[in-house]
């Protein structure tokens, strides 16, 4: 039974010992590290080989992987790394595992060449300074030999487990039957389309009504093209804590219903997992953090045995060998089969799962949950900011080292300040001399960090992953960015101000992440038009498209437009006694539970109070801003089979999506607004810019987004087959003629 393994993950295996230390950080960026790659190869020799492909035999094992760089005429192998601070500053077992990776390589050279000795060269290259430090040193052919082997031994019992354990759950999903008695209307041609898609290795795009069980309409079919298509893993990527709960549900279903041998792994967030929130990711702090790499082989057997690693019982087997349930998350990311995770892990700069992915050349299917969020998410990742009043509050208490270097970057910012004759300024070209000043502020803050670990915490680290933030986004600055300047308060006598760069359209980042999986499937009830996401999302040319037919009938819900009432903002005090009179009019038909949305905290406020005031007697709850997790459950558990009353929330909030209220839970919601996003500055920038690129620019900015939001608002109302229900979108712009045909063909709206 055969195994591969990347040399990388060969190493880190077996050669990892000690602390877990985060203090050596924060590494370099992709984009950097290949850019010091690609600098250390142009100063070698004409004859230098960059990437070069290896691989080597021990028993069943394969170990394959390509070495940074290999001289030649010299026989000199190197491994690069790429670094910022004091080198002298690594904790030596990282060292060590550089060492381990280049005696592998080492060793896979010698093979290759027929080489009885090699010169193996650890260089290390500083982005910043962009100076190199080479540690070499001559190895023998035998003894690189004896070091290979001893990794593979140590190594070979892991991997004929996975072997074994991979067999059987491709069997197992081979056989798998689908877990219910049936499938629902349009699910079977959700998962027939999810099926041929990865069969075919394309993407997919399936709009598919709220309701049809598309998790498992989805998760079903990849599972069973796991052996036909030899895949590795299965990633399922949601937007929010709710899309992760149905994948896990999903899971629990399909285990219960067959003895599917298949290892599920929930990731969540540092700040959810952590155990020690108040301590520093080294062992001088964290007892999690001491001596992590010894105990985690044993965590790894236990985590290994557990089917379902959702966080709970990741936690559990985390604490029982005393190690961090984070970074044991992050081991078990290698092992399982299906990883249910955030857009972030997949999708981000430094993204856990596209990375391994890329490094240990996994063949991946990839389920994108809840599509339309996409857009907002994938910008947010490309983006960033910078507030100058955090500047001047860590100027005020910052060390002395640190003094000089804030002090340059503000005088830099300062003077963006005389271009400025607004209080928001858009700019077509990034600020070349604040991001020099950024980068040696950076660069001295690394260096303080290294030297005095305690001082990561707080602002000053804030400040500075904020900063790195900063210049990672502007080294992408393109036509598909923008650059601007807010003043945060014109009317102060000192100026501060916020620094922006905003990516709009995020689609040369995400498309390389979607075509690197064997197929990657976009799902949603809102992906019209087809066009918009599409070219926002950097959707290949050949990707398919379904639009699954809805399980429900028209008869089901009752779809009113009210357009004798305008939500716009001038007409906003006019609309409160029309829309209270619409909501106790149908209460009083129809007593129940109702969702009522509107565009914004205040005018949600407006309508209730006027509500309350004229009809007491209907009972109301309401969203307000920055509810915790307990209080939106809360919210939602005023919603029972034999309450009444109407629910008051903002529409793209927390209720608008991702909620499930069967039967008399909810039987109608009131939509007063077309979900625009406000007109302001920043919006308008984007319309111009989408406008340039699109010719569409109000559609991409303002009109298809607000859309979406009221069709998933909506579909909360109607969520089984036995469901009855009324929607009114309250606006008489909903009537116009390029909104109707936005709305889900299944309605029948008067």
Same mark, same amino acid.
């Given at each position: 039974?055969?195994?591969?393994? &990347?040399?990388?993950?060969?190493?880190?295996?077996?050669?990892k010992?000690g602390?877990?230390?985060?203090?050596?950080?924060?590494?370099?960026?992709?984009?950097?590290?290949?850019?010091?790659?690609r600098?250390?190869?142009?100063?070698?020799?004409?004859?230098?080989?960059?990437?070069? &492909?290896l691989?080597?035999?021990?028993?069943?094992?394969?170990?394959?992987?390509?070495?940074d760089?290999? *001289?030649?005429?010299r026989?000199?192998?190197?491994?690069?790394?790429?670094?910022?601070?004091?080198?002298?500053?690594?904790?030596?077992?990282?060292?060590q595992?550089?060492?381990?990776?280049?005696?592998?390589y080492?060793w896979?050279?010698?093979?290759?060449?027929?080489?009885?000795?090699?010169e193996l060269?650890?260089?290390y290259?500083?982005?910043v300074?962009?100076?190199?430090?080479?540690?070499?040193?001559?190895?023998?052919?035998?003894?690189?030999e004896?070091?290979?082997?001893?990794?593979?031994?140590?190594?070979?019992? =892991?991997?004929?487990?996975?072997?074994?354990?991979?067999?059987?759950?491709?069997?197992?999903?081979?056989?798998?039957?689908?877990p219910?008695?049936g499938?629902?209307?349009?699910?079977?041609?959700?998962?027939?389309?999810v099926?041929?898609?990865?069969?075919?290795?394309?993407?997919?795009? +399936?709009?598919?009504?709220?309701?049809?069980?598309?998790? @498992?309409?989805?998760?079903?079919?990849?599972?069973?093209a796991?052996?036909?298509?030899?895949?590795?893993?299965?990633?399922?990527?949601?937007?929010?804590?709710?899309?992760?709960?149905?994948?896990?549900?999903?899971?629990?279903?399909?285990?219960?219903?067959?003895?599917?041998?298949?290892?599920?792994?929930e990731?969540?967030?540092r700040?959810?997992?952590?155990?020690?929130?108040d301590k520093?990711c080294?062992?001088?702090?964290?007892?999690?953090?001491?001596?992590?790499?010894? /105990?985690?082989?044993?965590?790894r057997?236990?985590?290994?045995?557990?089917?379902?690693?959702?966080?709970?019982?990741?936690?559990?087997v985390?604490l029982?060998?005393?190690?961090?349930?984070?970074?044991?998350?992050?081991?078990?990311?290698r092992?399982c089969?299906?990883?249910?995770?955030?857009?972030?892990?997949?999708?981000?700069?430094?993204a856990l799962?596209?990375?391994?992915?890329?490094?240990n050349?996994?063949?991946?299917?990839?389920?994108?949950?809840?599509?339309?969020?996409?857009?907002?998410?994938?910008r947010a990742?490309?983006?960033?900011?910078?507030?100058?009043?955090?500047?001047?509050?860590?100027?005020?208490?910052?060390?002395?080292?640190?003094?000089?270097? $804030?002090?340059?970057?503000?005088?830099? =910012?300062n003077?963006?300040h005389?271009?400025?004759?607004?209080?928001?300024?858009?700019?077509?070209?990034?600020?070349?001399?604040?991001?020099?000043?950024?980068?040696l502020?950076?660069?001295?803050?690394? !260096?303080?960090f290294?030297?005095?670990?305690?001082?990561?915490? %707080? !602002?000053?680290?804030?400040?500075?992953f904020?900063?790195?933030?900063?210049?990672?986004v502007?080294e992408?600055?393109? !036509?598909q960015?923008?650059? *601007? @300047?807010?003043?945060?308060?014109?009317? &102060?006598k000192?100026r501060?101000?916020?620094?922006?760069?905003r990516?709009?359209?995020?689609?040369?980042?995400?498309?390389?992440?979607?075509t +690197?999986?064997?197929?990657?499937?976009?799902?949603?009830?809102?992906?019209?038009?087809?066009?918009?996401? +599409?070219?926002?999302l950097?959707l290949?040319?050949?990707? &398919?498209?379904?639009?699954?037919?809805?399980?429900?009938?028209?008869?089901?819900?009752?779809?009113?437009?009210?357009?004798r009432?305008?939500?716009?903002?001038?007409?906003?005090?006019?609309?409160?006694?029309?829309?209270?009179?619409?909501?106790?009019?149908?209460?009083?038909?129809?007593?129940?539970?109702? $969702?009522?949305?509107?565009?914004?905290?205040?005018y949600q406020q407006?309508? +209730?109070?006027?509500?309350?005031?004229?009809?007491?007697?209907?009972?109301?709850?309401?969203?307000?801003?920055?509810?915790?997790?307990?209080?939106?459950?809360?919210f939602l558990?005023?919603?029972?089979?034999?309450?009444?009353?109407? %629910?008051?929330a903002?529409?793209?909030?927390?209720?608008?999506?991702?909620?499930?209220?069967?039967?008399?839970?909810?039987?109608?919601?009131? @939509?007063?607004?077309?979900?625009?996003a406000?007109?302001?500055?920043?919006? !308008?920038?984007?319309?111009?810019?989408?406008?340039?690129?699109?010719?569409?620019?109000?559609d991409y900015?303002y009109?298809?987004?607000?859309i979406?939001?009221?069709?998933?608002?909506?579909?909360?109302?109607?969520?089984?087959?036995?469901?009855?229900?009324?929607?009114?979108? @309250?606006? *008489?712009r909903?009537?116009?003629?390029?909104?109707?045909?936005?709305?889900? /063909?299944? =309605?029948?709206v008067?």
């Amino acid at each position: 039974m055969s195994y591969t393994v &990347a040399v990388r993950a060969l190493c880190e295996f077996t050669a990892k010992v000690g602390d877990l230390d985060l203090r050596f950080t924060p590494s370099p960026s992709a984009q950097e590290g290949m850019l010091g790659h690609r600098t250390v190869a142009s100063r070698r020799s004409a004859h230098y080989q960059s990437e070069v &492909a290896l691989e080597g035999l021990y028993q069943q094992l394969t170990v394959r992987g390509r070495a940074d760089g290999f *001289d030649p005429d010299r026989h000199v192998l190197e491994e690069v790394k790429t670094y910022r601070g004091d080198l002298d500053a690594q904790p030596a077992n990282h060292r060590q595992l550089h060492w381990a990776q280049a005696k592998v390589y080492g060793w896979l050279m010698c093979s290759k060449l027929g080489l009885p000795e090699i010169e193996l060269a650890l260089v290390y290259f500083d982005i910043v300074s962009e100076r190199e430090t080479v540690i070499s040193q001559v190895y023998p052919v035998d003894e690189l030999e004896q070091f290979f082997n001893q990794q593979c031994v140590l190594f070979l019992d =892991w991997a004929e487990q996975q072997a074994r354990q991979r067999q059987a759950r491709d069997a197992a999903a081979k056989a798998l039957a689908f877990p219910h008695a049936g499938f629902r209307l349009g699910q079977r041609t959700l998962a027939e389309s999810v099926y041929k898609a990865v069969s075919t290795g394309r993407c997919l795009m +399936a709009q598919a009504p709220t309701g049809i069980g598309k998790t @498992i309409g989805t998760v079903f079919p990849m599972l069973k093209a796991l052996a036909p298509q030899q895949l590795d893993k299965l990633f399922f990527l949601t937007a929010k804590t709710p899309g992760r709960k149905l994948a896990l549900d999903a899971v629990q279903v399909l285990h219960a219903s067959a003895d599917l041998p298949l290892r599920v792994l929930e990731l969540v967030a540092r700040d959810k997992a952590c155990e020690h929130l108040d301590k520093a990711c080294h062992g001088d702090s964290c007892p999690l953090a001491k001596g992590f790499y010894d /105990r985690l082989p044993a965590a790894r057997e236990a985590a290994s045995k557990v089917r379902l690693l959702d966080q709970r019982n990741l936690r559990e087997v985390a604490l029982a060998h005393d190690v961090c349930p984070y970074y044991l998350s992050q081991e078990m990311a290698r092992w399982c089969d299906m990883v249910v995770a955030d857009y972030n892990y997949y999708f981000d700069f430094g993204a856990l799962l596209f990375g391994l992915a890329q490094l240990n050349q996994w063949r991946v299917a990839v389920l994108v949950d809840e599509a339309h969020n996409l857009v907002e998410r994938g910008r947010a990742m490309y983006s960033a900011d910078l507030d100058q009043f955090a500047l001047k509050t860590l100027r005020d208490t910052a060390p002395e080292p640190l003094k000089k270097p $804030l002090q340059r970057l503000n005088r830099e =910012w300062n003077a963006l300040h005389k271009e400025q004759v607004a209080v928001y300024q858009a700019y077509t070209h990034k600020p070349d001399k604040l991001l020099h000043a950024l980068a040696l502020c950076t660069s001295a803050m690394g !260096e303080y960090f290294n030297d005095h670990p305690h001082a990561l915490n %707080g !602002e000053l680290q804030s400040f500075y992953f904020d900063a790195l933030q900063f210049a990672k986004v502007a080294e992408l600055f393109n !036509e598909q960015f923008i650059f *601007d @300047i807010s003043q945060r308060d014109p009317l &102060a006598k000192r100026r501060f101000s916020r620094l922006s760069l905003r990516n709009v359209v995020p689609a040369e980042f995400i498309r390389p992440r979607l075509t +690197a999986a064997r197929s990657s499937v976009l799902f949603s009830a809102t992906l019209s038009p087809r066009h918009y996401y +599409a070219d926002l999302l950097g959707l290949p040319a050949d990707t &398919a498209w379904v639009d699954v037919e809805s399980p429900f009938e028209a008869a089901q819900l009752q779809v009113r437009i009210i357009d004798r009432i305008s939500t716009r903002f001038v007409h906003r005090q006019a609309s409160l006694e029309p829309i209270v009179a619409l909501i106790a009019q149908q209460f009083e038909r129809t007593p129940g539970n109702y $969702l009522a949305f509107f565009s914004s905290f205040d005018y949600q406020q407006q309508v +209730a109070q006027l509500l309350a005031q004229l009809h007491p007697s209907i009972p109301t709850w309401h969203q307000s801003r920055g509810m915790a997790e307990a209080e939106r459950q809360a919210f939602l558990d005023q919603f029972t089979q034999h309450s009444q009353g109407v %629910g008051f929330a903002v529409l793209g909030g927390a209720f608008g999506e991702g909620i499930d209220l069967p039967g008399t839970r909810l039987i109608g919601a009131f @939509i007063a607004t077309l979900g625009l996003a406000q007109l302001n500055p920043v919006n !308008e920038q984007m319309k111009q810019r989408m406008g340039a690129m699109f010719g569409a620019g109000y559609d991409y900015t303002y009109l298809y987004p607000g859309i979406q939001k009221v069709v998933q608002a909506a579909g909360r109302v109607i969520r089984t087959q036995q469901d009855q229900g009324v929607v009114m979108l @309250i606006d *008489d712009r909903f009537a116009e003629p390029k909104v109707r045909p936005l709305l889900p /063909r299944w =309605w029948a709206v008067t």
